[in-house]
């Protein structure tokens, strides 16, 4: 059974920095495993914010380059998303999602898309304030 665990969400000021963490275990194929981060705001849609094959390319919704930074540590067991310069807006339910085997195709559109990723966490809260 997959397992996705989130870790790291607090309240911080507009400027600040925060580590997510997503803990993964129960990925049955250690080739094409792709994790990614989402967000969802108060009252609106789930959106992609950052995602990466693992030991391969990364992928990052405008809004966030330059801000955040997704990594794997060396185990590959654990996804970071660093997330400096914080702003208001970044507010929001942060959930890290996974998927083992080849999505439909390679670029942003595709790994920033909720449909691609069957596995979920329970999210953790972000909240930035002014």
């Known amino acids: 059974q997959v397992q996705l665990v989130e870790s790291g969400g607090g309240s911080v000021q507009t400027g600040g920095s925060l580590r997510l963490s997503c803990a993964a275990s129960?990925?049955?194929?250690?080739?094409?495993?792709?994790v990614g981060w989402f967000r969802q705001p108060p009252g609106k849609d789930r959106e992609g914010v950052a995602a990466?094959?693992?030991?391969?390319?990364?992928y990052y919704a405008d809004s966030v380059k330059g801000r955040f930074t997704i990594s794997q540590d060396n185990t590959k067991n654990t996804v970071f998303l660093q997330m400096n310069s914080l702003k208001p807006e970044d507010t929001a339910l942060y959930f890290c999602a996974a998927r083992s085997g080849p999505p439909s195709g390679w670029n942003s559109w595709i790994m920033l898309s909720h449909t691609t990723y069957p596995h979920w966490g329970q999210g953790t809260q972000v909240t930035v304030s002014s």
């Open positions: 129960g990925l049955t194929s250690s080739r094409n495993i792709i």
């Open positions: 990466m094959y693992l030991g391969g390319a990364t």
